[in-house]
């Protein structure tokens, strides 16, 4: 797909990996409209990258509000473009240090973040997209996010895990099931990426989590990330895929 006359969502893009990607693409020339549900830095996005971006608030779990992101998008030019980045973590075991269960509802909030928000932007998004004019034969293209997680968990992952194996295993699928209507979806797969997320961690535990890539030994520029999502969205053959971008790191149990 040509990056021209189109419009772009992020979500997720007030920060790390979608803020990475929207910069890419304004610079780029497209139009983005960023969808995030932290008005602070979704508002400091919009005002940095300028007059070709928005931001909406919406969190991914919400159809009006991601319509109103896919609204703003079209009104800028036609929607070919989803890059889903919005996503969380956090910890649960099976059995909690104290002896009991881990918390079903913790399990089910992840889950509904990760994965049906993945779900419901992606269909909003394909249903507009179906209504595009193709150009060079496709309507659009969607990058979503998963993570090395989805194939080696850590212990504490859990939920995590479970989300993002259910994105890779939504790709195949979504492809197919979209093809007839030349639009095209793939999944990135990052190991360690230096953004806010890990900017939280003391600098000893990342400059060893960066230690433990065999190479390059370091984490993961978010401008590496946008690169290979932009270059999935230009690349007409590439669908129906997970791409591992991780500098071949394999994660250990703990
Ligand atoms: N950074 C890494 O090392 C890494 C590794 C593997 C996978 N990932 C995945 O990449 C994606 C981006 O991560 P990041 O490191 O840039 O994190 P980040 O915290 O910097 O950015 C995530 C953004 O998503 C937004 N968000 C969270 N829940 C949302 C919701 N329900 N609706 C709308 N927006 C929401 C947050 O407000 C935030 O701006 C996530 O899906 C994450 O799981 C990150």
Excluded: W
């Excluded at 509904?112 to 193709?134: D, K, Q, V, W």
């Excluded at 080696?152 to 209507?181: C, F, H, N, W």
């Amino acid at each position: 797909m040509k990056l021209a006359n189109l419009s772009a969502v992020v979500t997720g893009g007030a920060s790390g990996l979608g803020l990475a990607c929207a910069r890419q693409l304004v610079a780029r020339g497209v139009f983005v409209v960023i969808a995030d549900q932290s008005d602070q830095h979704g508002s400091a996005a919009a005002a940095e990258l300028g007059a070709s971006a928005r931001f909406v608030h919406a969190d991914v779990r919400d159809t009006e509000q991601m319509n109103a992101v896919y609204d703003a998008a079209e009104a800028l030019a036609p929607l070919r473009v989803l890059i889903h980045c919005a996503g969380v973590g956090g910890p649960l075991r099976l059995v909690e240090k104290d002896g009991q269960p881990g918390s079903l509802e913790k399990f089910e909030a992840i889950l509904r973040i990760n994965l049906t928000g993945t779900f419901n932007s992606l269909r909003l998004a394909a249903a507009r997209m179906a209504r595009n004019e193709p150009v060079d034969g496709e309507r659009g293209a969607c990058v979503l996010t998963a993570s090395v997680a989805a194939y080696e968990g850590q212990i504490g992952q859990i939920p995590y895990a479970a989300s993002k194996a259910g994105v890779v295993g939504m790709t195949i699928v979504a492809a197919r099931d979209l093809a007839q209507r030349l639009i095209r979806v793939c999944t990135i797969a990052p190991g360690i990426f230096d953004t806010p997320l890990l900017a939280r961690l003391p600098e000893p535990v990342r400059a060893s989590l960066g230690a433990a890539v065999p190479h390059p030994a370091r984490l993961g520029q978010p401008d590496e990330f946008a690169l290979t999502a932009l270059h999935i969205l230009e690349n007409p053959m590439l669908n129906g895929e997970t791409i591992r971008l991780d500098g071949a790191i394999r994660m250990t149990p703990r």
